[in-house]
């Protein structure tokens, strides 16, 4: 990993939806099956997620250029724990980026905003077959709390 990228993680702006679509169509290549691929539809889902929680959304940038975002919503009602969770809708980094500490920082920014709205569980889907990121998540903490169709559900405590 190196820790001297020079990364910056900022909130989410309106005017970041072409870099959020093209960061994503990036980052899910090799993982489409788990992605939208129409435009029109990401730029759709880029416009809910600001709604949800403009707060938890956030953008890593590199001299302005983004290379991964992470979509904290503190406002989601688990259906499962049956209260409101720091639910992490998405989370992706540019192919070339992975394996440098800027996913840990995404999640890190995600897991201290959740924390600090009074969350005390965050909730993420991974796809099934997506083995990277489930170590991943498992490595920060996250444990396995069920399945439903394609997507694992993960949970971590928040202390």
């Known amino acids: ?60 940038e590199i001299d302005e ?6 979509a904290c919503d503190t406002n989601w009602l688990s259906v499962f724990e049956l209260k409101k969770v720091g639910e992490i809708h998405e ?3 540019l192919p070339e980026f992975r394996g440098m ?12 905003y959740a924390r600090g709205r009074g969350r005390d569980l965050a909730e993420l889907w991974v796809g099934e077959t997506n083995e ?5 998540y498992e490595f920060k903490g996250f444990r396995l709390a069920g399945k439903v169709w394609k997507w694992v559900r993960m949970v971590k405590e928040l202390k």
């Open 1 to 60: 990993m190196k820790n001297d990228l020079p990364v910056n993680i900022r909130r989410v702006r309106k005017e970041d939806v072409e870099k959020f679509v093209n960061t994503y169509k990036d980052s899910y290549r090799g993982l489409e099956r788990y992605a939208y691929k129409n435009r029109r539809i990401v730029k759709g889902y880029f416009k809910w997620l600001f709604r949800r929680d403009p707060e938890g959304f956030m953008v890593a």
């Open 65 to 70: 250029k983004a290379i991964g975002f992470v």
């Open 91 to 93: 989370i992706f980094v």
């Open 101 to 112: 500490g800027v996913a840990s920082k995404l999640l890190s920014s995600a897991l201290c």
């Open 132 to 136: 990277q990121a489930m170590k991943f």
